[in-house]
């Protein structure tokens, strides 16, 4: 490659590193990408949803329309950092800072790449997108969700989107996510009645009921997996009762759990069982389960093919590895956009992702750079 037409993507990611754009807020970090966005010719628009402020950015009107899609915001930074973690600073040879994984270096990255595209090839045959939000880190309901829906509402077609997230593991583009698992949260809580643990025949032990439903939905084995998935599986993350006492049997006791669900289920579905489960266990002893669903989101899975292969060969160019096509990991906005657009997510690696002094080598973020560069290139060919 002719290393005068290759952009450098660092002084961008740390522009928008030095935007301290904790969740929901922006703090000037949308306005840095809209700038650059706008100099290579992209009709920019801010879309705000609630306190949300999100961008599209598009250039070219004809189809296949590619989008980069990513979020600018990051979690709050903590204490403890060697440095000011909204400075930015490089030490030898890393980028310290928010947002250095999780993912503004990601994002300066795509635009970087788009630049090079450019200077060497001129406007695609097609169009090139980006869908940038705030809200990832949050809620996740006035972000990219929102912008999709009325971006569809309006006709806007997109065709193909790779997600910025960190996927990476040992090696920046040893792996590809071409799927993540849904994720339901529920809180359930049993009420009983409160009572003298030597008269228990005048109490209702709510902890009784809610061991034995904790139990009985741990017991059963979800599913044996599904075409690209890891099975399905629950875990109780916790049993509050709140109890000082050792004599006096509890008026409620209450569970979080947690369950990653591949293809062969459904929030709905699985709801309605703990739902079922935890009724008939608290009927017997003739207690009341109430629930709250905390925070739920779907599965997605694109078919491995000629947009995944696209992908898997522009790292083995860049990197010089062969990627795994995985699904495991949290959460990403990639579950609304699978409802839109193929989607994939490729990006650095996630080791300090939310950590103190989170990081990245310099290099390893120019040559994603590099990588999305290659994308656009067999894109667009």
């Excluded at 078919?303 to 992908?311: K, W, Y």
């Excluded at 010089?320 to 096509?325: G, K, N, T, Y």
């Excluded at 990639?334 to 409802?339: D, K, S």
């Excluded at 040559?367 to 994308?375: D, G, H, M, N, P």
Aim: net charge negative; glycine share 8%; proline share 5%.
């Amino acid at each position: 490659m002719d290393a005068r037409t290759l952009t450098d993507p660092i002084p961008l990611a740390q522009a928008l590193m030095r935007c301290a754009s904790v969740t929901p807020i922006e703090a000037g970090a949308m306005d840095v990408a809209e700038q650059a966005l706008a100099k290579l010719g992209f009709r920019t628009r801010r879309m705000q949803f609630g306190a949300v402020d999100n961008l599209y950015a598009r250039l070219g009107t004809a189809q296949p329309n590619f989008c980069f899609a990513g979020h600018l915001d990051v979690v709050p930074p903590g204490e403890g950092w060697a440095s000011d973690p909204f400075a930015a600073e490089i030490r030898n040879g890393n980028l310290y800072g928010r947002g250095a994984t999780d993912m503004k270096t990601a994002i300066a990255a795509m635009i970087a790449a788009t630049e090079t595209y450019l200077n060497r090839n001129g406007a695609p045959k097609g169009s090139i997108s980006f869908l940038l939000t705030c809200d990832e880190e949050g809620p996740a309901v006035d972000g990219t969700k929102a912008v999709l829906e009325a971006l569809a509402a309006e006709g806007e077609k997109l065709d193909h989107c790779v997600v910025g997230e960190p996927t990476s593991e040992e090696r920046v583009g040893d792996v590809i996510k071409n799927g993540r698992r849904g994720s339901l949260n529920v809180v359930i809580t049993i009420e009983g009645k409160q009572g003298h643990v030597a008269y228990p025949q005048r109490a209702v032990n709510p902890v009784t009921a809610l061991i034995e439903a904790c139990a009985a939905l741990k017991a059963r084995r979800l599913d044996e997996g599904a075409p690209g998935f890891d099975p399905s599986n629950l875990e109780v993350t916790s049993i509050d009762v709140g109890n000082a006492a050792h004599n006096v049997i509890p008026q409620r006791a209450s569970a979080k759990l947690n369950i990653r669900f591949n293809t062969n289920h459904t929030g709905e579905a699985l709801f309605a069982w703990i739902k079922e489960t935890v009724d008939a266990a608290a009927a017997r002893i003739g207690a009341k389960a109430s629930f709250v669903i905390a925070s739920q989101s779907v599965p997605f899975y694109t078919d491995p093919g000629d947009f995944t292969t696209m992908l898997v060969d522009s790292v083995r160019e860049s990197f010089a590895i062969v990627p795994a096509l995985t699904t495991t990991g949290g959460t990403s906005d990639a579950r609304y956009i699978r409802n839109y657009a193929q989607v994939a997510e490729l990006g650095l690696r996630n080791a300090t992702a939310h950590m103190v002094d989170e990081h990245c080598a310099v290099e390893d973020v120019r040559t994603l750079a590099r990588c999305y560069e290659a994308v656009l290139r067999r894109y667009f060919a």
